[in-house]
C-alpha cells in the first residue's frame, strides 16, 4: 500500500510517499514511521485520508493491500 506525505509531513519523511506492508491500521502505520514523523502525525489538526475518502477520526484506518492513504496537515498561507 501507498503512502502519502503532504506538506511539512513530506519534509519530516524525506519523500513524498513511502510502500508499507499492508493490513495497517492507525497504530501499525504509527510504528512503522521515523519517531519524528509518527509525533507530528499524532497532531490533533492532521487528517488521515483512505483512497481520497478523509476519516472521520484517524484510529478508524483499516488500509488493505492497493490502499492509499494520505495523511493531510493543517493548511497554512495567506
Known amino acids: 500500500m501507498k503512502v502519502i506525505f503532504l ?3 513530506a519534509d519530516l519523511a524525506g519523500t513524498p510517499e513511502r510502500e508499507l506492508a499492508a493490513p495497517l491500521d492507525w497504530h501499525a502505520l504509527l510504528a512503522a ?3 519524528s514523523l509518527a509525533e507530528a502525525a499524532r497532531g490533533d489538526r492532521v487528517r488521515v485520508a483512505i483512497n481520497g475518502r ?3 477520526e ?3 484506518l483499516a488500509a488493505q493491500d492497493g490502499d492509499e492513504v ?3 496537515p493543517p493548511v497554512s498561507g495567506g
Open 7 to 9: 506538506g511539512r509531513l
Open 33 to 35: 514511521l521515523p519517531s
Open 54 to 56: 478523509v476519516l472521520p
Open 58 to 60: 484517524k484510529t478508524a
Open 70 to 72: 494520505a495523511l493531510l
